[in-house]
């Protein structure tokens, strides 16, 4: 798929990850949060300018209406997406296997068919809407609906905190209770410990690598 993906996820179907979607149509305040705009639920015909705003957008309902999203399918011709498929993140067989209590799924299946079906147009690349079923078998959650995973993302002050704590030696545990008294309650976290954790690896990782260019240079320049 031709989608940029930053901060966003979109739950896949095979193994419940979720991949990060950057769309260009999202208004937020500051880079940080959502913005509050009510969503009226997409009608059959109604067109946008590409899949990434069809996706962002049914995200950004379920955000408003308290239900996650994923991608269910495509198609393409020669190549080129043609048609799409985005379902709620409930969608799929319950699992049925012995689950284990410590390592619990953390997206319950109910085989759920909400889900919005929009086509490409061939003359202009802009997509349409060509159903939407909004019948979910499950209750919703909209106060919770920033905490699945396709909502969540790291705000700029975030990175910034964790960046400062990181460089001061201060452990991830005091680093993320921090954050979390910023915050006002794990309740309002718009991410997980775990985003946190996964940011701060990647700043390392490209510390370490600097690190090794610096400290390579300063060999041969000695040598």
Known sequence: MDFEFENQCIEQEENEEYEELESSS????NNDGETTEQLSPPEVNTIFNSETEV?????????????????????????VNTYLTVACHRYGEPNQ??????KPKPVVKTNCKARLCAKRMDDDNKWY?????????HDLSPS?????????????????????YDEAGIPMNKSYNA??????????????????????????????????AVALQNYFNIA
């Open 26 to 29: 999202v208004q937020e305040k």
């Open 55 to 79: 996706c962002e957008y049914y995200r950004r309902y379920g955000l408003q209406n308290g239900f996650g999203i994923m991608i269910r399918n495509t198609r393409k011709i020669d190549g």
């Open 97 to 102: 296997k012995v689950v284990d209590s410590l």
């Open 129 to 137: 809407v060509t159903q939407f079923d909004n019948k979910h078998n």
């Open 144 to 164: 919770k609906a920033h905490r699945f995973r396709c909502n969540r993302k790291l705000t700029k002050h975030a990175k910034r905190s964790l960046t400062l």
């Open 179 to 212: 954050l979390v008294v910023e915050h006002g309650g794990h309740e309002n976290m718009p991410f997980s410990k775990k985003d946190c954790e996964n940011y701060m690896r990647e700043i390392r990782k490209l510390r370490l690598a600097e690190g090794d």
